[in-house]
């Protein structure tokens, strides 16, 4: 079993900057790939970013490229979603995920561990 427990979340303006944080606990996290998704009840589970469990890989969704990175330590055994320039439209809970598959991680169905979620609001 892997735990994970997101923070960081909040308020904040459009333009401003928030940074989420994902601590995991339980069996090895430097094996699983981890990812980041968001939800809103208009558009559902969205696919934001991932990382391969070696840190070496990042992919992120069209909309965030340029404003969001991603990143992980493994000594700290916490992966991190750095959001700058935000919109209205990033507003969502944010997920964030453990795959110990390493294909189509822009799939939640590939992701065996979830957090709780934690919610980011953008004002306007």
């Known amino acids: 079993q892997v735990q994970l427990v997101e923070s960081g979340g909040g308020l904040v303006q459009a333009g401003g900057s928030l940074s989420l944080s994902c601590a995991a606990s339980?069996?090895?996290?430097?094996?699983?790939?981890m990812g980041w998704f968001r939800q809103t009840p208009e558009k559902g589970r969205e696919f934001v970013a991932t990382i391969s469990w070696s840190g070496g890989n990042t992919y992120y969704v069209d909309s965030v490229k340029g404003r969001f990175t991603i990143s992980r330590d493994i000594a700290k055994n916490t992966v991190y979603l750095q959001m700058n320039s935000l919109k209205t439209e990033d507003t969502a809970v944010y997920y964030c995920?453990?795959?110990?598959?390493?294909?189509?991680?822009?799939?939640?169905?590939?992701?065996?561990?979830w957090g709780q979620g934690t919610q980011v609001t953008v004002s306007s």
């Open positions: 995920a453990a795959a110990s598959r390493k294909w189509n991680l822009n799939d939640p169905n590939q992701y065996n561990y």
């Open positions: 339980g069996r090895t996290f430097s094996s699983y790939a």
